[in-house]
């Protein structure tokens, strides 16, 4: 029933922006907890972004240090959505991005990913140098 989309990925050069975002579906639950991670094939699995949301209510944002100063998380309502807002872009964030979720009260700053019950396909983003 749930179901995560993401889009917005693509090719950019160094310094450039992108915004990602994940189209959340399928749930009952007002409260959210809705993180963002990233992936190189072959390597582990990094939290980027993670939001703590109640109906259009945002409770709190965090941003793991290697994305703090450039990236921003946020919500729209109306549209079922979270953003990923990526600026400042460097070659060290090529990766596979992955948007999470998990539905109830549970939800706190740096979250794992073994927290989240719901993932989506995940976008390619790549940052040339």
């Known amino acids: 029933q749930v179901q995560l989309v993401e889009s917005g990925g693509g090719s950019v050069q160094a310094g450039g922006s992108l915004r990602l975002s994940c189209e959340v579906s399928g749930y009952t639950y007002s409260r959210k907890c809705i993180a963002w991670f990233r992936q190189v094939p072959g390597k582990e699995r990094e939290g980027v972004a993670i939001i703590s949301t109640g109906g259009p209510n945002t409770y709190w944002a965090d941003l793991w240090d290697s994305v703090k100063g450039r990236f921003t998380i946020s919500q729209d309502y109306a549209k079922n959505t979270v953003y990923l807002q990526m600026d400042s872009l460097k070659p060290e964030d090529t990766a596979i991005y992955y948007c999470?979720?998990?539905?109830?009260?549970?939800?706190?700053?740096?979250?794992?990913?073994?927290?989240?019950?719901?993932w989506g396909q995940g976008t390619q983003v790549t940052v040339a140098s």
């Open positions: 999470a979720a998990r539905f109830g009260e549970l939800c706190w700053a740096t979250m794992g990913g073994e927290k989240f019950g719901y």
